[in-house]
Nanobody
């Protein structure tokens, strides 16, 4: 079992920045991919950014150039630096870790609201 706990969400004005953090505990492996997904009301959960154990990253087109995902394998953490936030970035952000088809864990989510 793996437990994921997110932190860092909140209210920010358009153009502002936030950093989301996720701490993993339990049977976590540095080989697992980690990342962030988000879900806004009435929409399906969507990929935001992922990072493999070796540091290969993948971003949704909508956040490229604005968001940066990083991980610390020694601390079992993954972070999401979000810059130039837009109202359409408003959503619940979920931390995820996965490996193949047998490992797929989610955090409880943290709300990010971008509004003036």
């Amino acid at each position: 079992q793996v437990q994921l706990v997110e932190s860092g969400g909140g209210l920010v004005q358009p153009g502002g920045s936030l950093i989301l953090s996720c701490a993993a505990s339990g049977s976590i492996s540095r080989f697992y991919a980690m990342g962030w997904y988000r879900q806004s009301p009435g929409k399906q959960r969507e990929l935001v950014a992922t990072i493999t154990g070796s540091g290969i990253t993948n971003y949704a087109d909508s956040v490229k150039g604005r968001f940066t995902v990083s991980r610390d394998n020694a601390k079992n953490t993954v972070s999401l630096q979000m810059n130039n936030l837009k109202p359409e970035d408003t959503a619940v952000y979920y931390c995820n870790t996965r490996f193949g088809i047998s490992v797929n864990y989610w955090g409880q989510g943290t709300q990010v609201t971008v509004s003036s």
